[in-house]
């Protein structure tokens, strides 16, 4: 979670100085992934996806879903939700910090997009998920 966080605080960052003009800009005309246009569309995407990481663990662990989802974020919406996003995914690990090396390996995980992951690599791959696209946007803004 120390990892996750982090990488969020990175990628928030990279919104403090943004108007509301250039953060719903479509950058990328070319696209067909509707996630990949603008930063609002990218950012969305990441908070979205964030609690369907955590939605993955609660249904394979029979403790719930997650929230329904409210739709594109504005600006001013982003920290709020991002911040709501992690704690969402902390409590859905509530009680399993000190797991099982084998129970974390034996939890098979099929995404919604094809792989299947363990416990490790589905966390790996929701932090390394904000980083690609933290990535995105410092290439969107030209950095």
């Known amino acids: 979670?120390?990892?996750?966080?982090?990488?969020?605080?990175d990628y928030l960052a990279l919104l403090d100085d943004l108007?509301?003009?250039?953060?719903?800009?479509?950058?990328?005309?070319a696209t067909t992934d509707e996630d990949c246009r603008s930063i609002q569309s990218v950012t969305t995407h990441v908070v979205r996806a964030g609690y369907g990481?955590?939605?993955m663990l609660r249904r394979a662990w029979?403790?719930?879903?997650?929230?329904?989802?409210?739709?594109?974020l504005a600006l001013q919406e982003v920290r709020a939700e991002m911040r709501?996003?992690?704690?969402f995914t902390a409590a859905t690990l509530e009680g399993k910090w000190k797991i099982?090396?084998?129970?974390?390996?034996?939890?098979?995980?099929?995404?919604?997009?094809?792989?299947?992951y363990d416990l490790e690599q589905l966390l790996e791959h929701a932090v390394v998920h904000v980083l690609r696209h933290r990535?995105?946007?410092?290439r969107f803004l030209g950095l």
């Open 135 to 138: 990535r995105q946007v410092e």
């Open 100 to 116: 099982a090396r084998a129970e974390a390996t034996a939890l098979q995980l099929r995404s919604r997009w094809g792989p299947v």
């Open 62 to 72: 029979g403790i719930g879903e997650p929230p329904e989802w409210p739709g594109v």
């Open 19 to 29: 108007s509301d003009e250039a953060y719903e800009l479509v950058r990328d005309t």
């Open 53 to 55: 990481y955590a939605g």
């Open 1 to 9: 979670m120390d990892e996750y966080e982090r990488a969020a605080s």
């Open 84 to 87: 709501q996003m992690l704690a």
